[in-house]
């Protein structure tokens, strides 16, 4: 990740929830890293990485999932196939852990 440009992080949440996760991995936002919510999961949807965890959660989630977007056009996808759990995929591919 240390080549990337910007790194967007994604979730189903609302702007106050990652605006406290940016001050808790980010303290003064010194790295390329910013968080995006996503409240009503239009983004996601229109990915086509939601899933229905209502029975477990209360409400529809996000996959577990990372891009590689340059000039607008994803060049790669990782999709982590156990949406309540983690494999170690995308993990593995970008050597960090992804939660």
Request: with cysteine; hydrophobic share 40%.
């Amino acid at each position: 990740m240390k080549d990337a440009g910007t790194v967007f992080v994604v979730s189903v949440n609302d702007p106050f929830v990652m605006k406290a996760w940016g001050e808790a991995l980010d303290p003064g936002k010194k790295s390329r890293i910013r968080f995006l919510g996503d409240p009503s999961g239009a983004f996601t949807k229109a990915l086509e990485l939601d899933f229905d965890a209502t029975a477990i959660f209360g409400h529809p989630r996000s996959k577990r999932y990372a891009l590689v977007v340059e000039d607008g056009v994803v060049k790669e996808a990782y999709v982590e196939p156990d949406n309540t759990g983690v494999d170690g995929e995308v993990d593995e591919r970008f050597g960090v852990m992804v939660c």
